[in-house]
């Protein structure tokens, strides 16, 4: 299973409410990343029913990550780091 990740730069960290979907193969996984990059998204952060209210809980996708969870790592990622996010800081190197 490979995990994408993604969002903007402004808050802190990333994580797992950055979410955007999952696939279960490689390479699609990170077309899918790539692709994303400049694209709006909704993230797992966001609550469906706070976007009846706010249209601008979209995210401009600044940076992506793909993680492959059979080897516990970052297989995938834009030059864009999350704000704050400096190598190894989520335990991934």
């Avoid at 993604?6 to 990333?14: I, K, L, M, P, T």
């Avoid at 990059?37 to 940076?63: F, N, P, S």
């Avoid at 993680?67 to 704050?84: A, L, R």
């Amino acid at each position: 299973m490979f995990l994408i990740f993604g969002g903007e730069c402004f808050y802190a960290n990333g994580g797992a409410k950055d979410l955007i979907e999952t696939h279960e193969d490689k390479s699609c996984a990170i077309q899918i990343a790539v692709e994303l990059i400049g694209q709006e998204a909704i993230t797992y952060k966001v609550k469906e029913e706070d976007l009846e209210w706010d249209e601008d809980r979209h995210c401009d996708i600044e940076w992506v990550q793909v993680f492959d969870t059979e080897m516990c790592e970052v297989i995938y990622k834009n030059d864009v780091e999350p704000y704050g996010c400096e190598d190894g800081i989520l335990g991934i190197k």
